[in-house]
């Protein structure tokens, strides 16, 4: 019986379009993880074609398979180490050389290989013809023309995969090697015939590659030669030493350039046979759009009003669904009132669990398209363009422009955005980009400054919140500065931005990204945000035996006249409750804390939530939900607009509140990430205690000069 299951490794650069191939291929039958012991992401999908269950893993966008980066070894090593069925290798067909170099470096591994042809449009819009039947046959592999975006050939990909991962089809790697030239070709030989004699066979890999690649230096090939074959691992490397030398007497070069010279050839050879250039003029539309969207002038204007229309359309756009969601928290907690008995177990159902998870799930229209931008402005290229055009500044503090991807990331989550700072080369530019990455607004702040912003900004709601994520710019901006100064003197590491052609994303595509980041917000509903609601209830709820300071606000002593009058028992109500809760184990612990963030203007409930948040920021809302009294509004966030304004809560206090919530202490996921990525307790804990301290300050001028202006 054929063998009914595959695994295929999905390969390719990084702009090939291999993850709108993933996506078309898996659809939402996928999951993402963080490959073991690195924080390079890892997607996993499946799919059934023809009764064969496959499985896809998509690895990480590479140029090469040296051993750089984190993501060269991760992709290098699934393939040697997994050895999965088949390695598709995306190409971008519009950038057939550039991409071949990836793909030829796959090819001389041992393991099957499909070329798959993406982007066949674009290159057919600039004039290129790719003779693919001759490129399949000049390397032996199957070549299978795409276009991606509009999910043309996803089916023949999967037919081929089913086809060439038979397993009795052969590995033609020997047939089609890449040719380095006599000499390197010579040298390749002996040192091959050498590893054949004395390794017995403990190494794992292909005697030639592993050659090829002692020859390069590789060092992660080195040490498992060593480690794999004991006393004849140093034979080996002497030999690869003599061999290097060898090399460089005869081109007085080392051997790595040499051969990597010699694999462009190889590659230039191919391109010479299977493509040809029309000489007529074309419109480059790309470079057309760039003239105005990098122009030195207009390109961080065109910037800013981008990031201005995403804010504002986030509030205004998200306003309405918004309503609609709030409504139907505030009808789930009407009916759950009425349905369960008076008591303990219905205040935690109503105040604790649906007061605290409904005030934070309304603002999930708002986050999703927020997504929707960052997927938007990705999937288009315009990304990059950003980080170019903000390359300038960067280099105000001695960063460069590829230090703002991870900082445009951080609107979304800080941690990942953190993460993504491993592509930086240079560890002095990696910890210092991770230090003012958490003054990017990620979306778990977002709910906070739509509350607030619309509680007490209502006609200029989205220009005070698109304020707050510029003033978290500015600051970092700032604050790099200094840290450069005083920590990290001396020239940020060279580097060259890549720009992508400009793409139109598919809806699908959009919508996949879109709910992949979104999923995150909803499970934090499910678990931190159900328990910290729950604890939050708990320590505003007990102890329940307080002895009132006034007579008159005991309910059992009401006087008639009082009981007639409704607004009367309405006022000692109200009354009665702030007074529980001020007596509330949360409550001692909020005028504990109180007299430090008085002078910028945040109450003991405030500054609880302040507390709350550095659990996740979501539960800032929904500490203030179960804190401030509510109301008998239709709707839960009017409920709480309505306590926030009665609580005596002013414009200056609420801008002073999104701004400290803006810069103090992340939540503790990004300070476990900050830990992981810097390798450093003293760097972690300086991120804590600058940013307490940055975010007191800022915020203490915020309100004070703000009582004088509002």
Same mark, same amino acid.
Request: one cysteine or more; glycine letters at 8%; hydrophobic letters at 45%.
């Given at each position: 019986?054929?063998?009914?299951?595959?695994?295929?490794?999905?390969?390719?650069?990084?702009?090939?379009?291999?993850?709108?191939?993933?996506?078309?291929?898996?659809?939402?039958?996928?999951?993402?993880?963080?490959?073991?012991?690195?924080?390079?992401?890892?997607?996993?999908?499946?799919?059934?074609?023809?009764?064969?269950?496959?499985?896809?893993?998509?690895?990480?966008?590479?140029?090469?398979?040296?051993?750089?980066?984190?993501?060269?070894?991760?992709?290098?090593?699934? $393939?040697?180490?997994?050895?999965?069925?088949?390695?598709?290798?995306?190409?971008?067909?519009?950038?057939?050389?550039?991409?071949?170099?990836?793909?030829?470096?796959?090819?001389?591994?041992?393991?099957?290989? #499909?070329?798959?042809?993406?982007?066949?449009?674009?290159?057919?819009?600039?004039?290129?013809?790719?003779?693919?039947?001759?490129?399949?046959?000049?390397?032996?592999?199957?070549?299978?023309?795409?276009?991606?975006?509009?999910?043309? /050939?996803?089916?023949?990909?999967?037919?081929?995969?089913?086809?060439?991962?038979?397993?009795?089809?052969?590995?033609?790697?020997?047939?089609?090697?890449?040719?380095?030239?006599?000499?390197?070709?010579?040298?390749?030989? %002996?040192?091959?015939?050498?590893?054949?004699?004395?390794?017995?066979?403990?190494?794992?890999?292909?005697?030639?590659?592993?050659?090829?690649?002692?020859?390069?230096?590789?060092?992660?090939?080195?040490?498992?030669?060593?480690?794999?074959?004991?006393?004849?691992?140093?034979? $080996?490397?002497?030999?690869?030493?003599?061999?290097?030398?060898?090399?460089?007497? &005869?081109?007085?070069?080392?051997?790595?350039?040499?051969?990597?010279?010699?694999?462009?050839?190889?590659? =230039?050879?191919?391109?010479?046979?299977?493509?040809?250039?029309?000489? !007529?003029?074309?419109?480059?539309?790309?470079?057309?759009?760039?003239?105005?969207?990098?122009?030195?002038?207009?390109?961080?204007?065109?910037?800013? +009003?981008?990031?201005?229309?995403?804010?504002?359309?986030? &509030?205004?756009?998200?306003?309405?669904?918004?309503?609609?969601?709030?409504?139907?928290?505030?009808?789930?907690?009407?009916?759950?009132?009425?349905?369960?008995?008076?008591? #303990?177990?219905?205040?935690?159902?109503?105040?604790?669990?649906?007061?605290?998870?409904?005030?934070?799930?309304?603002?999930?229209?708002? $986050?999703?398209?927020?997504? &929707?931008?960052? =997927?938007?402005?990705?999937?288009?290229?315009?990304?990059?363009?950003?980080?170019?055009?903000?390359?300038?500044?960067?280099?105000?503090?001695?960063?460069?422009?590829?230090?703002?991807?991870?900082?445009? %990331?951080?609107?979304? +989550?800080?941690?990942?955005?953190?993460? =993504?700072?491993?592509?930086? !080369?240079?560890?002095?530019?990696?910890?210092?980009?991770?230090?003012?990455?958490?003054?990017?607004? +990620?979306?778990?702040?977002?709910?906070?400054?739509?509350?607030?912003?619309?509680?007490?900004?209502?006609?200029?709601?989205?220009?005070?919140?698109?304020?707050?994520?510029?003033?978290?710019?500015?600051?970092?901006?700032?604050?790099?500065?200094?840290?450069?100064?005083?920590? &990290?003197?001396?020239?940020?590491?060279?580097?060259?931005?890549?720009?992508?052609?400009?793409?139109?994303?598919?809806?699908?595509?959009?919508?996949?990204? %879109?709910?992949?980041?979104?999923?995150?917000?909803?499970?934090?509903?499910?678990?931190?945000?159900?328990?910290?609601?729950?604890?939050?209830?708990?320590?505003?709820?007990?102890?329940?035996?307080?002895?009132?300071?006034?007579?008159?606000?005991?309910?059992?002593?009401?006087?008639?006249?009082?009981?007639?009058?409704?607004?009367?028992?309405?006022?000692?109500?109200?009354?009665?409750?702030?007074?529980?809760?001020?007596?509330?184990?949360?409550?001692?612990?909020?005028?504990?804390?109180?007299?430090?963030?008085?002078?910028? /203007? #945040?109450?003991?409930?405030?500054?609880?939530?302040?507390?709350?948040?550095?659990?996740?920021?979501?539960?800032?809302?929904?500490?203030? /939900?179960?804190?401030?009294?509510?109301?008998? !509004?239709?709707?839960?966030?009017?409920?709480?607009?309505?306590?926030?304004?009665?609580?005596?809560?002013?414009?200056?206090?609420?801008?002073?509140?999104?701004?400290?919530?803006?810069?103090? $202490?992340? +939540?503790?996921?990004?300070?476990?990430?900050?830990?992981?990525?810097?390798?450093?307790?003293?760097?972690?804990?300086?991120?804590?205690?600058?940013?307490?301290?940055?975010?007191?300050?800022?915020?203490?001028?915020?309100?004070?000069?703000?009582?004088?202006?509002?």
């Amino acid at each position: 019986m054929p063998k009914q299951t595959f695994t295929v490794a999905l390969a390719g650069n990084p702009n090939s379009g291999k993850t709108t191939i993933f996506n078309n291929l898996t659809g939402t039958r996928q999951k993402v993880g963080n490959w073991p012991g690195v924080t390079v992401e890892k997607k996993q999908g499946h799919v059934k074609q023809n009764g064969y269950d496959i499985t896809l893993v998509d690895l990480p966008g590479t140029y090469s398979l040296t051993a750089y980066s984190i993501e060269e070894i991760v992709a290098r090593d699934f $393939i040697l180490d997994e050895k999965p069925d088949v390695v598709v290798v995306i190409i971008d067909a519009s950038n057939l050389e550039r991409n071949l170099y990836l793909a030829t470096q796959i090819r001389e591994l041992d393991t099957k290989v #499909i070329f798959a042809l993406n982007m066949v449009d674009v290159a057919q819009e600039n004039k290129i013809k790719i003779d693919k039947k001759k490129l399949s046959e000049l390397l032996d592999v199957p070549v299978v023309p795409m276009v991606g975006t509009r999910n043309e /050939g996803t089916d023949l990909l999967l037919n081929t995969i089913i086809s060439v991962a038979d397993p009795t089809q052969r590995i033609t790697h020997q047939s089609r090697r890449v040719k380095y030239g006599h000499e390197i070709e010579k040298a390749i030989s %002996m040192l091959e015939t050498f590893i054949r004699k004395n390794s017995k066979d403990k190494i794992p890999y292909n005697p030639r590659w592993t050659a090829v690649k002692l020859l390069e230096d590789d060092k992660v090939v080195k040490e498992r030669v060593l480690n794999g074959t004991g006393a004849h691992g140093t034979a $080996i490397l002497d030999e690869a030493f003599k061999g290097r030398r060898r090399i460089f007497d &005869f081109f007085n070069d080392e051997p790595e350039i040499v051969m990597t010279d010699q694999r462009y050839g190889f590659i =230039a050879g191919i391109i010479r046979e299977v493509q040809k250039t029309s000489s !007529e003029n074309r419109v480059d539309i790309s470079r057309n759009i760039d003239k105005i969207l990098t122009n030195r002038i207009l390109g961080i204007p065109i910037f800013i +009003c981008l990031m201005w229309g995403m804010f504002q359309t986030t &509030f205004t756009l998200g306003a309405y669904p918004m309503e609609w969601l709030d409504s139907g928290v505030g009808w789930v907690g009407r009916t759950a009132s009425r349905l369960l008995p008076p008591g #303990i177990f219905q205040d935690l159902v109503v105040d604790g669990i649906i007061s605290g998870v409904g005030g934070v799930i309304v603002f999930l229209p708002n $986050i999703m398209i927020l997504f &929707f931008f960052i =997927a938007l402005f990705e999937d288009t290229g315009y990304m990059a363009r950003a980080a170019f055009l903000m390359d300038k500044v960067m280099h105000l503090i001695g960063l460069h422009g590829k230090s703002f991807i991870p900082m445009l %990331m951080g609107f979304g +989550c800080n941690v990942p955005a953190i993460m =993504a700072t491993r592509t930086l !080369e240079s560890k002095n530019d990696r910890i210092l980009t991770i230090l003012i990455n958490p003054l990017m607004s +990620c979306s778990a702040r977002l709910p906070v400054y739509i509350l607030l912003a619309g509680t007490f900004f209502a006609a200029n709601a989205g220009n005070v919140i698109f304020s707050m994520y510029l003033l978290g710019i500015i600051l970092a901006i700032a604050i790099g500065r200094l840290f450069r100064t005083i920590f &990290f003197k001396g020239e940020a590491a060279p580097f060259v931005m890549e720009l992508p052609p400009y793409r139109v994303p598919t809806f699908k595509n959009l919508m996949l990204h %879109m709910w992949d980041r979104s999923k995150i917000f909803l499970r934090k509903m499910g678990g931190i945000i159900l328990v910290g609601s729950v604890i939050v209830w708990f320590l505003s709820s007990f102890p329940q035996n307080i002895q009132h300071s006034t007579p008159q606000n005991r309910p059992a002593e009401y006087s008639a006249e009082m009981t007639r009058d409704a607004a009367t028992i309405a006022e000692v109500k109200e009354a009665w409750g702030v007074e529980r809760m001020e007596n509330s184990y949360i409550g001692r612990l909020g005028k504990f804390i109180a007299p430090v963030f008085a002078p910028i /203007g #945040i109450d003991w409930r405030g500054s609880v939530a302040i507390l709350t948040g550095l659990v996740a920021k979501e539960l800032v809302i929904s500490t203030m /939900g179960v804190l401030y009294a509510a109301g008998d !509004e239709e709707n839960e966030s009017e409920a709480l607009q309505s306590a926030l304004r009665k609580s005596g809560m002013t414009s200056a206090a609420a801008l002073s509140f999104m701004v400290f919530v803006l810069i103090y $202490i992340p +939540c503790f996921a990004t300070i476990a990430t900050i830990r992981r990525e810097t390798n450093s307790w003293k760097w972690t804990f300086f991120s804590i205690t600058y940013s307490t301290i940055l975010a007191w300050i800022v915020a203490f001028i915020i309100y004070q000069g703000g009582r004088v202006l509002l």
